[in-house]
């Protein structure tokens, strides 16, 4: 394929993509400023500016969330229309194949998986924060609650039933395997976290078989404070940036944040998604069928989207439980349908 066609057929898509996306990012404004002014039951100017104001912060996140289907279906509509203009059959009269034809869609995945990786979805994250922050206010909008800490190095695993910055409250940690070979479990109300050491308040110390308790202690910790600091934002709440600091810093301490871990690969595994979706309009576009109408098409769309929601959901809820690695939950479904679509589309042109 040429550079002109190249350069044409990305041009298209692209188009297609930037206008779709932007009526979409405004529907998506108007539902969430129509259910934001009827929860704060606007009365008058001013509230009606800050129901706007609080839209605006939302609707990158929510945009960010579908943006991979927005380009599932322009990039199937614009095949479906270069089939029906008879251009495809142009094209493939002229001795260029389908994964020729494909190649600019790909591209075009790629560079907008980039641009939502590394810009728009750490727009949305940084808007929907403080949309939580003016909402729920400056700390309850950044508390996680449930939190796991894996520290194999003195054979420790630490849960915290909710951290902001560097308080803590419900700590419960779990020590296995000690010099005396017994364990131990150590209960606290509430926790603060400095930079080496944390204090432990209102705690309960068991011993295997011994009972006892404390106003307070101190103990020494490996863990980074600054990694303590950065979890205090759930998962799904941080960018690829926050995420692979977290990342580092998990390595270098010898901890493992399995949640964290997934959150990191699931955002990777999902800039693919927008190439699996460019191979699936393929599969759904060729070869070329002058009988399918929009609806089928727009019925295989859907079916095909909610599957892959499905299986990705399921994933996700076995990595949670343990049963899968967070690797194998995260990359597991987009590699095997990315691999499947290849496979069929190459079949098909056989």
């Given at each position: 394929?040429?550079?002109?066609?190249?350069?044409h057929?990305?041009?298209?898509?692209?188009?297609?993509?930037?206008?779709?996306?932007f009526?979409?990012?405004?529907?998506?404004?108007?539902?969430?400023?129509?259910?934001t002014?009827?929860?704060?039951?606007?009365s008058?100017?001013?509230?009606?500016?800050?129901?706007?104001n609080?839209?605006i912060?939302?609707?990158?996140?929510?945009?960010c969330?579908?943006?991979?289907?927005i380009?599932?279906?322009?990039?199937?509509?614009?095949?479906?229309?270069?089939?029906?203009?008879?251009?495809?059959?142009?094209?493939?009269?002229?001795?260029?194949?389908?994964q020729?034809?494909?190649?600019?869609?790909?591209?075009c995945?790629?560079?907008?998986?980039?641009?939502?990786?590394?810009?728009?979805?750490?727009?949305?994250?940084?808007?929907?924060?403080?949309y939580?922050?003016?909402?729920?206010?400056?700390?309850?909008?950044?508390?996680?609650?449930d939190?796991?800490i894996?520290?194999p190095?003195?054979n420790?695993?630490?849960?915290?039933?909710?951290?902001?910055?560097?308080?803590?409250?419900?700590?419960?940690?779990?020590?296995?395997?000690?010099?005396?070979?017994?364990?131990?479990?150590?209960?606290a109300q509430?926790?603060?976290?400095?930079?080496?050491f944390?204090?432990?308040?209102?705690?309960t110390?068991?011993?295997?078989?011994?009972?006892?308790?404390?106003?307070?202690?101190?103990?020494?910790?490996?863990?980074?404070?600054?990694?303590?600091k950065m979890?205090?934002?759930?998962?799904?709440?941080h960018?690829?940036?926050?995420?692979?600091?977290?990342y580092?810093?998990?390595?270098?301490d010898?901890?493992?944040?399995?949640?964290?871990?997934?959150?990191?690969?699931?955002?990777?595994?999902?800039?693919?998604?927008?190439?699996?979706?460019?191979?699936i309009?393929?599969?759904?576009c060729?070869?070329?069928?002058?009988?399918?109408?929009?609806?089928?098409?727009?019925?295989?769309?859907?079916?095909?989207?909610?599957l892959l929601?499905?299986?990705?959901?399921?994933?996700?809820?076995?990595?949670?439980?343990?049963?899968?690695?967070?690797?194998?939950?995260s990359?597991?479904?987009?590699?095997?349908l990315l691999c499947?679509?290849?496979?069929?589309l190459i079949?098909?042109?056989?």
């Amino acid at each position: 394929m040429n550079g002109t066609l190249f350069k044409h057929i990305c041009k298209i898509q692209l188009k297609s993509t930037a206008f779709v996306s932007f009526f979409m990012f405004c529907l998506i404004f108007l539902f969430d400023f129509a259910e934001t002014s009827r929860k704060f039951s606007i009365s008058n100017w001013n509230e009606t500016l800050l129901a706007i104001n609080l839209s605006i912060l939302r609707t990158p996140g929510t945009f960010c969330e579908i943006l991979h289907y927005i380009y599932f279906m322009t990039c199937t509509f614009t095949l479906w229309g270069l089939c029906h203009s008879h251009q495809i059959t142009v094209l493939k009269s002229s001795g260029i194949s389908p994964q020729q034809i494909l190649s600019p869609f790909v591209w075009c995945a790629f560079l907008i998986a980039s641009l939502w990786l590394f810009l728009l979805h750490p727009i949305g994250q940084a808007l929907e924060r403080t949309y939580a922050r003016n909402v729920n206010g400056e700390i309850n909008g950044e508390i996680n609650r449930d939190l796991w800490i894996d520290h194999p190095s003195d054979n420790s695993v630490i849960y915290l039933t909710s951290i902001s910055k560097d308080e803590v409250t419900g700590l419960h940690m779990f020590f296995h395997q000690q010099k005396n070979g017994g364990s131990r479990k150590i209960f606290a109300q509430t926790a603060k976290i400095g930079k080496t050491f944390w204090r432990l308040n209102d705690i309960t110390i068991v011993d295997d078989d011994l009972i006892k308790t404390a106003k307070f202690m101190k103990i020494k910790s490996n863990i980074s404070h600054d990694l303590i600091k950065m979890l205090s934002l759930a998962p799904r709440k941080h960018d690829i940036y926050g995420l692979y600091k977290i990342y580092q810093i998990q390595n270098s301490d010898g901890t493992r944040l399995k949640f964290y871990e997934l959150a990191l690969h699931k955002l990777l595994a999902n800039c693919l998604n927008f190439i699996l979706f460019a191979v699936i309009a393929g599969v759904l576009c060729f070869p070329i069928n002058r009988y399918k109408t929009k609806t089928s098409i727009v019925i295989e769309m859907i079916v095909i989207a909610i599957l892959l929601r499905f299986a990705n959901n399921t994933c996700e809820a076995l990595a949670y439980t343990g049963v899968l690695p967070a690797i194998v939950a995260s990359w597991a479904v987009t590699l095997g349908l990315l691999c499947s679509s290849i496979s069929i589309l190459i079949w098909k042109e056989l």
